[in-house]
């Protein structure tokens, strides 16, 4: 697959750009930048730009071992064609809105995607006073329920990728302000299985995730609980809710993973 000079018509370097990603796309391995630029007959330099570019807006990821770039989870959420995302969703809409009822406050499913979690779906509490989130945001690795509850069962060669040169901005004296202190709470968060935002980002706002993961025991999202500390005790009712959060997140895991099996 070459791409022809003048495919490229009023835009200088969108089609390459295009036919990068469909390369990387087909490619589930990722390639070098030599390689993607033989395949195209695009120069290594122009390539180089290129790869640059889709790098810097999230599009591609470099593996720092095996020097490949890799289309992130950005492309296909963009693109809504991710078959498994979709299955993903729809084994959770179920268990969310169970859990809403159950709780009566908002519930969140978020997707890892790189160094922190990306908001997919929503079941929003029925209370008038309620936290609502935008789909696509991306919640603050260190103080937010969400990624934590992922980060804290990746492999660790990819949590020590995730946090290399992070900085542990503080927003409330509850904020954990070092790695040290962030790795110390990942280890909790494994023992118990669930994590927790304890007005770490936002003073009055409480949280309790869990993770749902593949068949490879690989976290891929999460599931969150959120509200206000006005309607949540902290120590009578927040355990309770964190409990119900992680078997939500269980049975989410069944359904995911017996689809996957049964269109394997």
Same mark, same amino acid.
């Given at each position: 697959?070459? #791409?022809?000079?003048?495919?490229?018509?009023?835009?200088?370097?969108?089609?390459?750009?295009?036919?990068?990603?469909?390369?990387?796309?087909?490619?589930?391995? +990722?390639?070098?930048? !030599?390689?993607?630029?033989?395949?195209?007959?695009?120069?290594? *330099?122009?390539?180089?730009?290129?790869?640059?570019?889709?790098?810097? %807006? +999230?599009?591609?990821?470099?593996?720092?071992?095996?020097?490949?770039?890799?289309?992130?989870?950005? #492309?296909?959420?963009?693109? +809504?064609?991710?078959?498994?995302?979709?299955?993903?969703?729809?084994?959770?809409?179920?268990?969310?809105?169970?859990?809403?009822?159950?709780?009566?406050?908002?519930?969140?499913?978020?997707?890892?995607?790189?160094?922190?979690?990306?908001?997919?779906?929503?079941?929003?509490?029925? *209370?008038?006073?309620?936290?609502?989130?935008?789909? +696509?945001?991306?919640?603050?690795?260190? #103080?937010?329920?969400?990624?934590?509850?992922?980060?804290?069962?990746?492999?660790?060669?990819?949590?020590?990728?995730?946090?290399?040169?992070?900085?542990?901005?503080?927003?409330?004296? %509850?904020?954990?302000?070092?790695?040290?202190?962030?790795?110390?709470?990942?280890?909790?968060?494994?023992?118990?299985?669930?994590?927790?935002?304890?007005?770490?980002?936002? *003073?009055?706002?409480?949280?309790?995730?869990?993770?749902?993961?593949? !068949?490879?025991?690989?976290?891929? /999202?999460?599931?969150?609980?959120?509200?206000?500390? *006005?309607?949540?005790?902290?120590?009578?009712?927040?355990?309770?809710? /964190?409990?119900?959060?992680?078997?939500?997140?269980?049975?989410?895991?069944?359904?995911?993973?017996?689809?996957?099996?049964?269109?394997?």
């Amino acid at each position: 697959m070459r #791409v022809k000079p003048g495919s490229e018509g009023g835009v200088p370097g969108l089609s390459r750009g295009l036919a990068t990603l469909e390369y990387l796309c087909s490619h589930s391995g +990722g390639a070098r930048i !030599r390689t993607v630029a033989e395949a195209l007959g695009v120069p290594d *330099n122009t390539m180089i730009r290129i790869l640059g570019t889709l790098a810097e %807006h +999230g599009y591609v990821e470099r593996d720092p071992d095996s020097l490949h770039y890799l289309p992130t989870r950005k #492309v296909v959420t963009l693109a +809504g064609k991710m078959a498994d995302d979709r299955h993903l969703i729809t084994c959770a809409l179920g268990p969310m809105r169970d859990l809403r009822d159950k709780v009566s406050e908002t519930v969140l499913l978020a997707v890892w995607d790189r160094t922190s979690s990306v908001i997919v779906e929503q079941v929003q509490s029925h *209370n008038t006073f309620r936290f609502v989130c935008d789909y +696509g945001h991306r919640p603050t690795l260190h #103080v937010s329920a969400s990624p934590k509850a992922i980060i804290a069962f990746l492999p660790e060669a990819e949590q020590k990728r995730a946090l290399e040169g992070y900085i542990f901005k503080k927003y409330t004296e %509850h904020t954990i302000t070092t790695r040290t202190a962030f790795e110390k709470e990942l280890q909790a968060i494994r023992k118990r299985g669930y994590a927790f935002d304890l007005h770490e980002e936002v *003073n009055g706002m409480l949280c309790a995730a869990a993770p749902v993961f593949n !068949r490879e025991r690989r976290p891929i /999202a999460s599931v969150t609980v959120t509200g206000p500390d *006005n309607r949540i005790d902290m120590k009578r009712e927040l355990p309770v809710i /964190a409990s119900a959060t992680k078997a939500c997140a269980d049975e989410i895991t069944r359904c995911y993973t017996d689809g996957l099996t049964e269109k394997t």
